[in-house]
C-alpha cells in the first residue's frame, strides 16, 4: 500500500532527530511508511469511514497546566491510589511515594535496562500503522515494575487528559508494566476529554506478566464528543498467571481497541470484560484475540453494548487454540441492545481451535429491550421511563459487577446512569 500521508515523515525528522531509542522509532517509521493509512480494503478497517482520522493535519498538543478542580471529575471518590496525570500527553508531575514497586515517566526511563530490551515487543509495528505511529512518536508514559514477591496494595491510577485546542491535536501515550513472578497490581486507567474539540489519542499498552503474576487493569474511556481514540492493548501471560480487563466505552466520537493476550504459559488465564454506551453518531470497534499456546489456559471474554441514535459498534473476537494448548477453556459473548431503529452493529466472535482436547464456546445477540419485562415493570406501578433504565442497568450490571475495586464500580455505575439518562432526554426530544 503507498504512503499517503508525507507530512508525517516531515514531522518525524523534525520532532524525533536526537531522540532516544532511535532504531526502533526509525524501524516503526519505515513500517508506517510502508503500510500508510488502512483503508477499506483492509478486512479490519472496510466498515469504517476513516476520514475524520486522515484529513486533518494534526499537531503535536502542548502541555497544559490543570487545577485539582479541573481534575476532580475525572477521579474516583474514596478510592486511595497512586495516581499519575497526563495532559494533552505530557507528564504532570505527582509526588509518588510507593517504594514496593518502580514508577516513573517512560520517557524519564527509556535507558533502563528492562525498557530497552521489552518495550516494543508485544506491541509491534510491521502490520499496525497506528502502533507504529505511536512508536515513533512516542515521548511521555508511564513504566511500571513490580519486583518479585510483592503485591502492590495501593491501585495506581494513569490519567490521561486532553484539552481543548484551537486545531486538531495528537498525542501519543505509551504504558509500559511489568509484573515480576508472583506479584499482584490493580491499575486504573482513564482517558477523558476537557471541553469540545477534534483531538486524537493514540495510546498503547504493553503488559508483561510473568510466572504466578496477577494484574487487575480497569480501563475507562470518556473521551469528549469530537475526540478521536485508537488504543492498541498487548499483554503475555506467563505459567499460572492472571490477567483481568474491564473495559468501558462512553465517550468519543470515534474509538477503536485492539485487544490480545497470548497466554504463553501453562496455567495461564485471561478475562476481558467490556461495555459499551453509545448514542448520536459514535463509533467503536472492538476487536479482540485471545491466543491460547500452552495447555490448561482459561479465558473468559464477555462484551456488552447499549447503543441510542445512529451509533454504530463493531466487535471482532478470536479465540485460537494452538495444537499444543490441550484442555483450553475458552469462553466468549457479545451481546446488544439497540435503543433505536439507525443503531447498527456488526458482530463477528470467532474459533479456530488446532486441539482436540477443549472446552470452547462463543456467540453474540443483538437485539432490543424485552417489551414483556418492560411491560411487568410498568404493571407494577414503575413509570415507563424508569422501568427502561431499570433493565438496561441491570444488563449493563453483569459487566459492571466485576470490576474488583468498589469506588470505582460505585463511580462507574453512575457514569452509566448519567449517560442512559441522556440516552432517554434525546430519544424523546
Given at each position: 500500500?503507498?504512503?499517503?500521508?508525507?507530512?508525517?515523515?516531515?514531522?518525524?525528522?523534525?520532532?524525533?532527530?536526537?531522540?532516544?531509542?532511535r532504531a526502533l522509532r526509525e524501524t516503526a517509521m519505515v513500517d508506517f511508511d510502508r503500510l500508510g493509512y488502512p483503508t477499506t480494503a483492509d478486512e479490519a478497517w472496510k466498515s469504517?469511514?476513516?476520514?475524520?482520522?486522515?484529513?486533518?493535519?494534526?499537531?503535536?498538543?502542548?502541555?497544559?497546566?490543570?487545577?485539582?478542580?479541573?481534575?476532580?471529575?475525572?477521579?474516583?471518590?474514596?478510592?486511595?491510589?497512586?495516581?499519575?496525570?497526563?495532559?494533552?500527553?505530557?507528564?504532570?508531575?505527582?509526588?509518588?511515594?510507593?517504594?514496593?514497586?518502580?514508577?516513573?515517566?517512560?520517557?524519564?526511563v527509556y535507558d533502563h535496562a528492562l525498557v530497552k530490551a521489552r518495550l516494543g515487543t508485544l506491541a509491534r509495528t510491521a502490520n499496525l500503522p497506528f502502533t507504529a505511529l505511536n512508536?515513533?512518536?512516542?515521548?511521555?508514559?508511564?513504566?511500571?515494575?513490580?519486583?518479585?514477591?510483592?503485591?502492590?496494595?495501593?491501585?495506581?491510577?494513569?490519567?490521561?487528559?486532553?484539552?481543548?485546542?484551537?486545531?486538531?491535536?495528537?498525542?501519543?501515550?505509551?504504558?509500559?508494566?511489568?509484573?515480576?513472578?508472583?506479584?499482584?497490581?490493580?491499575?486504573?486507567?482513564?482517558?477523558?476529554?476537557?471541553?469540545?474539540?477534534?483531538?486524537?489519542?493514540?495510546?498503547?499498552?504493553?503488559?508483561?506478566?510473568?510466572?504466578?503474576?496477577?494484574?487487575?487493569?480497569?480501563?475507562?474511556?470518556?473521551?469528549s464528543k469530537e475526540a478521536l481514540h485508537i488504543a492498541n492493548f498487548q499483554a503475555e501471560l506467563g505459567r499460572n498467571s492472571r490477567l483481568t480487563l474491564h473495559d468501558f466505552t462512553?465517550?468519543?466520537?470515534?474509538?477503536?481497541?485492539?485487544?490480545?493476550?497470548?497466554?504463553?504459559?501453562?496455567?495461564?488465564?485471561?478475562?476481558?470484560?467490556?461495555?459499551?454506551?453509545?448514542?448520536?453518531?459514535?463509533?467503536?470497534?472492538?476487536?479482540?484475540?485471545?491466543?491460547?499456546?500452552?495447555?490448561?489456559?482459561?479465558?473468559?471474554?464477555?462484551?456488552?453494548?447499549?447503543?441510542?441514535?445512529?451509533?454504530?459498534?463493531?466487535?471482532?473476537?478470536?479465540?485460537?487454540?494452538?495444537?499444543?494448548?490441550?484442555?483450553?477453556?475458552?469462553?466468549?459473548?457479545?451481546?446488544?441492545?439497540?435503543?433505536?431503529?439507525?443503531?447498527?452493529?456488526?458482530?463477528?466472535?470467532?474459533?479456530?481451535?488446532?486441539?482436540?482436547?477443549?472446552?470452547?464456546?462463543?456467540?453474540?445477540?443483538?437485539?432490543?429491550?424485552?417489551?414483556?419485562?418492560?411491560?411487568?415493570?410498568?404493571?407494577?406501578?414503575?413509570?415507563?421511563?424508569?422501568?427502561?433504565?431499570?433493565?438496561?442497568?441491570?444488563?449493563?450490571?453483569?459487566?459492571?459487577?466485576?470490576?474488583?475495586?468498589?469506588?470505582?464500580?460505585?463511580?462507574?455505575?453512575?457514569?452509566?446512569?448519567?449517560?442512559?439518562?441522556?440516552?432517554?432526554?434525546?430519544?424523546?426530544?
Amino acid at each position: 500500500m503507498a504512503y499517503n500521508h508525507p507530512s508525517w515523515i516531515r514531522k518525524f525528522e523534525t520532532a524525533c532527530n536526537g531522540q532516544p531509542l532511535r532504531a526502533l522509532r526509525e524501524t516503526a517509521m519505515v513500517d508506517f511508511d510502508r503500510l500508510g493509512y488502512p483503508t477499506t480494503a483492509d478486512e479490519a478497517w472496510k466498515s469504517v469511514n476513516l476520514s475524520a482520522l486522515i484529513k486533518p493535519d494534526f499537531q503535536p498538543a502542548a502541555p497544559v497546566p490543570l487545577s485539582d478542580a479541573e481534575l476532580a471529575p475525572f477521579l474516583y471518590p474514596d478510592l486511595r491510589a497512586i495516581r499519575i496525570v497526563f495532559v494533552n500527553g505530557h507528564y504532570a508531575p505527582t509526588p509518588i511515594s510507593e517504594a514496593a514497586l518502580t514508577i516513573a515517566n517512560l520517557a524519564d526511563v527509556y535507558d533502563h535496562a528492562l525498557v530497552k530490551a521489552r518495550l516494543g515487543t508485544l506491541a509491534r509495528t510491521a502490520n499496525l500503522p497506528f502502533t507504529a505511529l505511536n512508536t515513533a512518536f512516542m515521548r511521555d508514559g508511564v513504566f511500571i515494575r513490580v519486583p518479585p514477591n510483592v503485591a502492590v496494595e495501593t491501585p495506581v491510577h494513569l490519567l490521561f487528559l486532553t484539552t481543548a485546542s484551537e486545531v486538531p491535536t495528537i498525542s501519543h501515550p505509551r504504558v509500559l508494566i511489568i509484573a515480576e513472578e508472583n506479584s499482584q497490581l490493580a491499575l486504573v486507567e482513564t482517558h477523558a476529554g476537557i471541553d469540545t474539540g477534534v483531538y486524537f489519542s493514540n495510546a498503547v499498552t504493553e503488559i508483561i506478566a510473568r510466572d504466578n503474576a496477577s494484574v487487575d487493569h480497569i480501563r475507562l474511556g470518556l473521551q469528549s464528543k469530537e475526540a478521536l481514540h485508537i488504543a492498541n492493548f498487548q499483554a503475555e501471560l506467563g505459567r499460572n498467571s492472571r490477567l483481568t480487563l474491564h473495559d468501558f466505552t462512553l465517550g468519543g466520537a470515534f474509538v477503536r481497541h485492539d485487544i490480545s493476550a497470548y497466554l504463553r504459559g501453562e496455567g495461564g488465564e485471561a478475562t476481558v470484560n467490556g461495555c459499551y454506551v453509545l448514542n448520536g453518531s459514535q463509533h467503536v470497534d472492538n476487536y479482540t484475540l485471545l491466543e491460547h499456546a500452552e495447555p490448561h489456559c482459561p479465558s473468559h471474554e464477555l462484551y456488552k453494548g447499549i447503543l441510542g441514535g445512529s451509533a454504530r459498534a463493531i466487535f471482532r473476537g478470536k479465540i485460537h487454540v494452538h495444537q499444543k494448548a490441550q484442555h483450553t477453556d475458552a469462553y466468549q459473548q457479545n451481546e446488544n441492545i439497540l435503543l433505536s431503529d439507525n443503531a447498527r452493529v456488526n458482530a463477528k466472535p470467532q474459533l479456530e481451535i488446532y486441539a482436540d482436547e477443549v472446552k470452547c464456546s462463543h456467540g453474540a445477540t443483538i437485539g432490543q429491550l424485552d417489551e414483556n419485562a418492560l411491560f411487568y415493570l410498568q404493571a407494577r406501578g414503575i413509570a415507563k421511563a424508569e422501568a427502561r433504565r431499570l433493565l438496561l442497568r441491570a444488563f449493563a450490571e453483569e459487566v459492571v459487577g466485576r470490576v474488583p475495586l468498589a469506588p470505582v464500580r460505585s463511580h462507574l455505575s453512575d457514569l452509566i446512569d448519567a449517560r442512559l439518562a441522556h440516552i432517554h432526554a434525546e430519544d424523546m426530544a
